[in-house]
Structure formats: structure tokens, C-alpha cells
């Protein structure tokens, strides 16, 4: 008889109360920036207070840290393609552009911050940092689309082109400065890609 598969963090969970949905969500939150900002090794039951909650709470929504390093991942790459459509919405294509990739900086701190789960993810999960990629191609894709042919940035650039240029930011030293001069090189980089208008 087969046995059935193994739960992931992706599945599909059962509905929620509203107020196990809203500590489950402060949970992600809170990992999300404790991982930026600490690495992945930060204990759980710091995160579980910062949220506000107790450890077994925690527990009952992600039973082991790579639970938990999951959902924040998904819920950055959620977030950045979401970013994507909404600036794109708001602002001039070029400044879309520019907005997306300081933002794509904050998710390279949190991957920075759970580098050692995220290999032991890898190679249990290999389908997830394909969709990842799929996930953050298709984002950039349209904001550098949509700014190259208005005329705001040159043409000759590709998505791949882009996101190699983007990925490099994550070999930088990690230091106080990180973030400033990452900022910077974006700066840069937007001074390559725009146009003379």
C-alpha cells in the first residue's frame, strides 16, 4: 500500500482560524527580518517572542526550522514579484526598474541571513529554487521590458544580463556598510542602463 507524501511547507494547510492566521503570519514576518538580520541560526524561541507568541505556537506551524525557512522564502519572492506589478503601476518605468532592485537588495539580506537552511532546502527541494528563479526572471523581465521600449533605459540589455549583474551584489563582504553600498552599485548600474533623454 503507498504511503502518503511527505507534508511540506508548501502544502496546501488547513484553514486557519483568523487568529492562529494572524500568528502564523506575525511568525513569518518576524523570521523573515530576524534572518536578515541574524542569520538562520537565530534560536526559534527568539523569534516566537518577538512575535509575541509561545514556542509551541510556533511549533504547530512549522514543525522543524526548515518549515520555517521555506515560508519566508516563498513569502520574499511572494513579495518581490507583487512589487513588481504594483510599481510598475506607480511609477515611471525607469523608477519602477530602479525601486524593484533596492528592494531585490532586502531580499538578498534575508537569503544572505539563511544561506546554510536554504542548501539543506536545495537539495531536499530543488523544484522550489526553480520556481524561485522562474519567479524573479519573470518580474524583472517586465519592469526592463516596459523601460526599454518607452525609451528610459537602453535596449541592448537582457534579463539575464540584469539579474547576473543583481546576483554579484550577493558576493559583496558582509559588513555594517552591506546594504549602503549595495545601494550604490544599484545607483551604478542604473546609470549604465538609462538612457540621455
Same mark, same amino acid.
Given at each position: 500500500?503507498?504511503?502518503?507524501?511527505?507534508?511540506? *511547507?508548501? +502544502?496546501? $494547510? $488547513?484553514?486557519?482560524?483568523?487568529?492562529?492566521?494572524?500568528?502564523?503570519?506575525?511568525? %513569518?514576518?518576524?523570521?523573515?527580518?530576524?534572518?536578515?538580520?541574524? !542569520? %538562520?541560526?537565530?534560536?526559534?524561541?527568539?523569534?516566537?517572542?518577538?512575535?509575541? %507568541?509561545?514556542?509551541?505556537?510556533?511549533?504547530?506551524?512549522?514543525p522543524t526550522r526548515e518549515h520555517l525557512v521555506e515560508v519566508v522564502y516563498r513569502r520574499e519572492l511572494e513579495s518581490l514579484?507583487?512589487?513588481?506589478?504594483? /510599481?510598475?503601476?506607480?511609477?515611471?518605468?525607469?523608477?519602477?526598474?530602479?525601486?524593484?532592485?533596492?528592494?531585490?537588495? #532586502?531580499?538578498?539580506? *534575508?537569503?544572505? #541571513?539563511m544561506a546554510s537552511s536554504l542548501k539543506i532546502l536545495m537539495d531536499s527541494n530543488a523544484s522550489l529554487f526553480a520556481e #524561485?528563479? !522562474?519567479? =524573479?526572471?519573470?518580474?524583472?523581465?517586465? /519592469?526592463?521590458? *516596459?523601460?526599454?521600449?518607452? #525609451?528610459?533605459?537602453?535596449?541592448?540589455?537582457?534579463?539575464?544580463? =540584469?539579474?547576473?549583474? /543583481?546576483?554579484?551584489?550577493?558576493? =559583496? $563582504? *558582509? +559588513?555594517?556598510?552591506?546594504?549602503?553600498?549595495?545601494?550604490?552599485?544599484i545607483g551604478l548600474l542604473m546609470d549604465g542602463l538609462r538612457t540621455k533623454r
Open positions: 500500500m503507498a504511503s502518503a507524501p511527505p507534508k511540506t *511547507a508548501h +502544502s496546501t $494547510p $488547513p484553514p486557519l482560524r483568523a487568529d492562529a492566521r494572524r500568528n502564523r503570519e506575525k511568525l %513569518v514576518e518576524v523570521a523573515a527580518a530576524v534572518f536578515a538580520e541574524a !542569520g %538562520v541560526e537565530t534560536s526559534l524561541e527568539d523569534i516566537a517572542r518577538r512575535a509575541g %507568541v509561545g514556542i509551541g505556537t510556533l511549533y504547530r506551524h512549522f514579484a507583487a512589487a513588481a506589478e504594483d /510599481l510598475a503601476a506607480s511609477h515611471a518605468p525607469d523608477a519602477a526598474l530602479e525601486e524593484w532592485m533596492r528592494r531585490f537588495v #532586502g531580499y538578498i539580506a *534575508a537569503k544572505r #541571513g #524561485g528563479s !522562474g519567479i =524573479l526572471r519573470g518580474a524583472v523581465e517586465r /519592469l526592463l521590458r *516596459a523601460a526599454a521600449d518607452q #525609451g528610459f533605459i537602453r535596449n541592448d540589455i537582457d534579463t539575464s544580463d =540584469l539579474l547576473h549583474a /543583481l546576483s554579484s551584489i550577493y558576493s =559583496l $563582504p *558582509a +559588513s555594517a556598510e552591506w546594504r549602503d553600498r549595495s545601494n550604490r552599485l
